[in-house]
């Protein structure tokens, strides 16, 4: 389980502000482009100037929580308001790739952590997301499985944020969170492809001759 699970609840408490964003001529993919817009916006922010005050780095849970609430409401007006697109699929799953790197580089100028892991980690996310977004070309649904999956790293990321910002330092133990969050995400690859395949699989062996 993820925290992906939680998202049909989520997602029934943004619907009133989905409605109204529609009704205001809002589209999903205005919506796309503004959460990774902020997103780089912030990771450019918190590269410059989170090393010298940390404490900045306490909008990193902030966004995070608005960045889901926003990729929520964008699947809302694709799905719910008739606007789903070919142009906003690949928005989708680009813009994740995109904005997930640039709040992720900025801990790569945060002690204790090894820049080149940091950069490893941002690698294997976009990868991960990869993994996902091939389902339909082998025959399967587009996989969420995890155990590191967007949400996940959300919530990883948020708490390093908010340990960071509050304490204003990280003990050096703490480098080994990344090689974690590493090896999670090399698992969640696995598990996507894994069982993209025995998804296909299924499908075909289920179809009628």
């Not at 912030?42 to 940390?54: D, E, H, K």
């Not at 974690?180 to 296909?200: K, P, Q, S």
Request: charged share 15%; proline share 7%.
């Amino acid at each position: 389980m993820t925290l992906y699970d939680l998202k049909p609840a989520f997602q029934a408490l943004l619907r009133p502000a989905a409605r109204r964003i529609f009704e205001r001529g809002g589209t999903a993919n205005m919506v796309t482009l503004a959460a990774a817009a902020g997103s780089i916006l912030l990771g450019l922010f918190l590269a410059a100037l989170g090393p010298r005050w940390p404490v900045l780095f306490l909008l990193l849970p902030v966004w995070l929580f608005a960045r889901m609430a926003l990729n929520a409401i964008d699947g809302l007006l694709a799905r719910e308001f008739g606007q789903e697109s070919r142009l906003g699929a690949y928005l989708n799953e680009l813009c994740d790739v995109v904005s997930d790197a640039a709040l992720m580089l900025p801990f790569a100028l945060v002690p204790p952590f090894a820049p080149a892991l940091v950069v490893i980690v941002v690698v294997l996310a976009g990868l991960a997301e990869l993994a996902g977004a091939l389902g339909p070309l082998v025959g399967a649904a587009r996989r969420y499985d995890g155990p590191a999956g967007k949400s996940d790293r959300a919530l990883a990321f948020g708490v390093l944020g908010l340990w960071l910002g509050l304490a204003g330092e990280l003990p050096g133990w703490a480098a080994w969170l990344m090689l974690l969050i590493a090896l999670l995400l090399a698992a969640t690859i696995a598990n996507r492809v894994r069982r993209g395949l025995a998804e296909a699989d299924a499908r075909h062996a289920s179809a009628p001759p």
